[in-house]
């Protein structure tokens, strides 16, 4: 497409457009017919006609048609019609049309300069036109003045209005995009949250599934206490497993509310979950106090993930769990587990720990929200520790 082309389709008039120039060019003629027509006590025009005369109007309908360009060139248009209708007054409607459009669709320092000239133009055409009633040089130039101020004024808060009526059009934009961006980012934070209660609680219970079904399979031949023992706690887990999962499923139906939370309190059945596994679980507990509610919740997923972990990837090892603290020193809260069992070959395959990253992730964005430390690592014996100090105000 090349450049005419494109130009063309810049300034191609609607419907709208072409009502408004056409009503812009007949007041610009309207203009020139009154200032051609003879009024009460002039004199009769010569015949045959004055050739300025002519060559007056001839000028004026020119300009007026001149007028149907001015939103191309609306800054050329403007000073050529100002510096025409100096000497052809009957061009001073064309004149008073392109200020205004200029002061439409220009910045208001360019309407300003060319209302400037258009003043000097008023005051050259009253030197080389004098008025036929005889009216004050003064006078017939303020009149002017008042007639251009009055379309450049008119223009520019023409102007005004239109770029009010876009910042507003703009700024509820930008509004609506921001409240979206909003709404994204807290459904984001929303997400986020009940991805981690659906992986602490449901990890924690399909943890204890895996190691009992594997205990199954490593061993059927079992004596049958154990077996019933084992599938007795698989169908809890399982069952467990399912009632979580409802409560998580009830929470995103309900208009409001908010995941079930553990507390400090449920730390005794947790541990013992876990000791039902056959692993050895020792419980210290070395705090006084009534640990507060944030606090307690962010320390059950603490030792929830260090138990889940220890099941998945050392089964079998002995783990201890520690807590300890105070109002004002803060709490402590440790898990550690024993080394990974060798591998036999036969028995139930065993994670990488490299498979537990998302967890820990999750971990640490609960931790860091309750503006404490965690720490994790292997310790010296090939175990696991995860250790979290977790703020307790006095």
């Not at 063309?8 to 009154?34: C, E, I, K, P």
């Not at 520690?322 to 069992?341: C, D, F, M, Q």
């Not at 490299?354 to 503006?371: D, F, H």
Request: hydrophobic residues 40%.
């Amino acid at each position: 497409m090349n450049d005419t082309t494109s130009s063309r389709q810049r300034y191609r008039r609607g419907a709208r457009d072409w009502v408004v120039d056409s009503l812009m060019f007949l007041t610009a003629l309207g203009f020139g017919f009154l200032g051609a027509m003879t009024l009460p006590g002039e004199p009769a025009p010569p015949s045959p006609p004055d050739p300025f005369r002519v060559a007056e109007q001839l000028t004026a309908l020119a300009a007026c048609t001149a007028l149907w360009w001015r939103r191309r060139w609306p800054v050329q248009i403007a000073v050529a019609l100002v510096a025409v209708s100096a000497f052809f007054p009957l061009a001073g409607g064309a004149m008073l049309v392109a200020l205004f459009s200029l002061c439409v669709h220009r910045p208001p320092k360019v309407g300003l300069a060319v209302l400037a000239l258009s003043f000097l133009s008023s005051y050259i055409g009253a030197l080389v036109h004098p008025d036929p009633y005889d009216t004050p040089l003064v006078t017939a130039f303020l009149l002017s003045a008042v007639f251009q101020g009055a379309a450049a004024g008119w223009g520019l808060s023409v102007q005004h209005r239109r770029q009010l009526f876009d910042s507003l059009r703009e700024r509820a934009v930008h509004a609506e995009a921001e409240a979206r961006l909003r709404a994204e980012r807290a459904q984001h934070r929303v997400r986020e949250s009940i991805a981690r209660e659906i992986h602490d609680v449901l990890g924690h219970r399909l943890s204890l599934l895996s190691v009992h079904a594997g205990a199954l399979e490593y061993r059927p031949d079992a004596p049958p206490e154990e077996i019933a023992r084992s599938a007795g706690v698989i169908r809890e887990s399982a069952h467990q497993a399912l009632q979580d999962l409802r409560e998580v499923i009830g929470v995103l139906r309900a208009p409001v509310g908010e995941l079930p939370q553990p507390t400090m309190a449920d730390l005794d059945q947790l541990v013992s979950e876990a000791g039902n596994t056959g692993a050895g679980v020792e419980f210290v507990e070395e705090y006084s106090g009534e640990v507060p509610e944030r606090t307690g919740r962010t320390a059950y997923r603490i030792v929830q993930e260090g138990l889940t972990n220890a099941r998945k990837h050392a089964p079998g090892s002995d783990t201890r769990v520690r807590i300890s603290g105070g109002a004002g020193e803060g709490l402590t809260v440790e898990v550690v587990n024993g080394a990974p069992a060798p591998p036999t070959g036969s028995g139930p395959a065993r994670s990488e720990r490299t498979g537990a990253g998302q967890g820990l992730v999750g971990l640490a964005e609960r931790v860091s929200l309750a503006s404490g430390r965690l720490e994790h690592g292997r310790t010296d014996d090939g175990g696991w520790r995860l250790s979290a100090w977790l703020p307790w105000s006095a």
